[in-house]
């Protein structure tokens, strides 16, 4: 693959660093961002939809990897809900979801079909929904 | 969306309703009720409810032992929610055994701010722990884990159930609180143990050797302790043999669902006549104590 | 060192029949200008991508493996309640991690990728996470001054050009704001207990501070890419600003809690309106980047160990995905 190759040291080549890397200063340069092959056997992603309480929506509220639907709801709960009571959880594979394309083509994703819908978003969930 | 440019707005003071666990030591049981029913023994309440706090209480700080290190993610987040319900519910019934009877909690120094609930969790030698030894040992690996787990939850939570009745409201209370968590928790093992069970022949090899690890231990969780014997003549507690049948059978489908056999191996015996509800526990539990301990111990007047 | 992932795209078109790249960027950059939102199906320059692709990776990797130094901590926490917030704030992390992986993901690169690209040490973590915790009040102390560096590094984030990224950024705050008042409340407590307790306070803080300074990066003369990152939206103020509004906002802390900062050249400077403070050891920063802090080695070999010794468990739940889907059909 055509990642960017590390500096030799394993460091970053330059002293280049950026603090907007969330949780502190990471390096600019050496780091490889391309896209590879998805690794063979990963769980595949599931998208997740919440009803905060009931006479809302479900609502997308971010997404997940479970290896089967199941799980994937079993994983919903814990992760984005921390198993709120009466709270009805949605769960469906991504690449399940069939998107309204834009207009323009799309030079960067049409080719890899199976990360179009890759999709995860964070919409806000209602304020009497805990933990959210 | 809120104002994320003042996330330091309020740090010195302000609305405390956002935070996560309050902002000082806040008594677990705090606005409840914790009168002791006609013709209950308050001793053998706090015996019978240090028996299930201790339980929750050291199987919550193995299962902790998986942050960071669970085999992705999103069971990282699974296994730290069971073990904070069992945290939560290990709380409730420390503080529920202190209100009802003050003499099980350690005498600290003069003083000491300690509130009850850590005096008896961190300044109580092993003998003092009431839990049964299925909780103590370290897991070897996430198949152990899960055996574990599935025997565990079934257990404890036929005992819920019916703890729900129990003419203690306080304990009342809590079990029906906990119903509904050990009831994830249980539903969460099973579907693992299943999917080991079937998964690769690495999972069956290493679930099976799991299961053979921690079904010795399964017998002492059904033998009656006076105190539990107690407990279910007085109607606040339950006699644990009363669940064995229940158990063995919820046990039986999931093993034969997964296809799996009753290890063919012996009952880890007592010591002497007594076991983990007599004090009488693994080697694991003096080595998890002294870690769990050490820092509450060494600032006996300390603050958290 | 970017430009080749478009060519080795399989089936990609040829450039005949791609859209005009100068009206997509012009149309990029006018989103860009009324401060709207790139979604993850617009076109966006490659360049973008991959420094978006950089920037949330790593940012995931910083929460994973900060779970490390607390965790370190959970099962001598000293007291039931702390011991509670303590896993629950680890949790959070491990939640942190999987919403930006996600957020990573609609670029085009997994979660399993990242991983790698982390435990090979080809992506790196924020440095301050390879300092050890060595009481507990770094605890309380990474909670104060780790997280409330990482807030003011995080909420501008919030903003950021990038709509999946904006949204992780979003919950991420909202948990980051509780963990760093659980910090503070964690010393300010301690604070108010023994001497000891005091004495660990004021220890901790004197081996974190300079960590926590580093945290915002290199002064801004050293950092090239800022510029166009900062035009973009995806990054909103410079190394130094944040470092300047993290300091200005701690010294009131400090003396709240009673403790204090240790640096000697740390003064208000009435004319500038800020405090005025000692730089870092930056060449200690640079050493620990490259692999030379203390517990580099170890924080890489957890996960490791976590993430190859957990693949027998991924790979039965997909073995009985298949069998079951196979048995249904």
């Known amino acids: 693959m055509s990642d960017g190759a590390p500096a030799p040291d394993g460091g970053p080549a330059e002293k280049d660093f950026n603090a907007g890397g969330g949780h502190g200063a990471v390096p600019l340069e050496g780091v490889p961002t391309a896209i590879g092959e998805a690794p063979q056997g990963e769980w595949p992603l599931y998208e997740v939809f919440v009803r905060g309480k009931r006479g809302l929506n479900h609502v997308h509220v971010g997404s997940l990897h479970a290896a089967d639907d199941q799980m994937a709801v079993r994983h919903a709960r814990d992760v984005y809900t921390r198993r709120n009571e009466g709270v009805s959880i949605w769960v469906v594979r991504s690449s399940e979801v069939t998107a309204s394309s834009p207009d323009e083509k799309d030079p960067l994703f049409a080719p890899a079909g199976d990360k179009v819908y890759r999709h995860p978003t964070f919409y806000d969930i209602p304020d009497d929904v805990p933990h959210m | ?304 | 060192m970017t430009a080749q992932t478009q060519e080795t795209r399989p089936g990609d078109e040829g450039p005949d029949e791609r859209p005009d790249e100068a009206a997509l960027l012009a149309a990029f950059d006018a989103t860009i200008a009324r401060h709207d939102r790139i979604e993850p199906r617009d076109w966006m320059p490659e360049k973008y991508r991959s420094t978006l692709v950089r920037q949330i990776a790593q940012h995931a990797h910083s929460e994973i493996i900060g779970m490390q130094p607390e965790g370190n901590w959970i099962t001598r926490a000293p007291s039931l309640r702390r011991k509670a917030i303590l896993l629950a704030k680890v949790q959070d992390e491990a939640g942190h991690g999987l919403y930006l992986y996600s957020a990573c993901e609609t670029l085009g690169v997994s979660r399993q990728e990242l991983t790698l690209k982390l435990i090979e040490g080809r992506q790196k973590y924020s440095s301050i996470f390879n300092y050890p915790t060595l009481s507990y009040a770094d605890v309380g102390t990474i909670g104060w001054l780790v997280d409330g560096a990482a807030i003011c590094n995080q909420v501008p984030l919030c903003r950021t050009s990038y709509g999946p990224y904006g949204r992780a950024m979003i919950r991420v705050c909202k948990e980051e704001s509780f963990h760093q008042r659980q910090g503070f409340e964690l010393l300010s407590t301690m604070m108010r207990g023994t001497e000891a307790q005091r004495a660990m306070v004021q220890e901790s803080v004197d081996r974190f501070w300079w960590p926590a300074l580093m945290m915002f990066g290199p002064p801004d003369d050293d950092s090239p890419n800022t510029e166009q990152s900062m035009a973009w939206g995806i990054k909103r103020d410079t190394n130094d600003e944040l470092r300047q509004k993290f300091v200005d906002m701690s010294v009131p802390q400090a003396a709240a809690l009673g403790v204090t900062l240790p640096d000697a050249g740390l003064v208000w400077n009435a004319e500038r309106g800020h405090h005025d403070f000692t730089q870092p050891d930056w060449e200690e920063f640079y050493a620990v980047v490259k692999g030379s802090g203390p517990c580099n080695a170890q924080r890489i070999a957890h996960r490791r160990r976590a993430h190859e010794d957990g693949a027998w468990v991924r790979d039965a739940a997909t073995a009985f995905a298949r069998t079951q889907q196979e048995t249904a059909s």
């Open chain 2, 1 to 304: 969306m809120t104002d994320h440019d003042n996330a330091y707005e309020g740090l010195l003071g302000g609305d405390d309703s956002q935070w996560a666990f309050g902002t000082d030591f806040e008594d677990p049981l705090a606005g409840v009720d914790t009168t002791i029913a006609d013709g209950v023994d308050p001793a053998g309440l706090a015996a019978y409810c240090l028996m299930l706090g201790d339980d929750a209480l050291v199987y919550s700080h193995r299962l902790s032992q998986w942050a960071s290190n669970a085999p992705d993610l999103e069971d990282d987040i699974a296994l730290a929610n069971i073990a904070l319900d069992l945290l939560g519910q290990a709380r409730l019934l420390l503080a529920r055994a202190a209100a009802a009877d003050p003499t099980v909690v350690p005498v600290l120094p003069e003083g000491s701010p300690v509130p009850a609930e850590d005096a008896l969790a961190f300044f109580r030698d092993e003998a003092g722990f009431r839990n049964v030894r299925l909780v103590e040992p370290e897991d070897a690996d996430f198949g152990v884990t899960v055996a574990r787990l599935l025997l565990f939850s079934t257990y404890r939570l036929a005992l819920l159930e019916r703890l729900r009745s129990s003419n203690d409201t306080v304990l009342a209370a809590i079990a029906t609180k906990g119903v509904k968590e050990v009831a994830y928790h249980r539903d969460y093992a099973a579907r693992w143990f299943l999917t080991l069970a079937q998964g690769t022949d690495e999972s069956r090899r290493r679930l099976l050797a799991g299961l053979a690890v921690v079904w010795p231990l399964r017998a002492e969780l059904f033998e009656t302790h006076p105190v539990e014997a107690t407990a279910a003549e007085e109607a606040f507690g339950v006699d644990p043999a009363v669940v064995a049948d229940e158990v063995d059978l919820l046990l039986e489908q999931v093993l034969s669902v997964s296809g799996v056999e009753r290890p063919d191996v012996r009952p880890t015996g007592p010591l002497g006549r007594g076991a983990g509800r007599d004090g009488r526990h693994t080697e694991a539990m003096g080595r998890m104590l002294a870690e769990m301990q050490v820092v509450a111990r060494a600032h006996p007047q300390g603050r958290w």
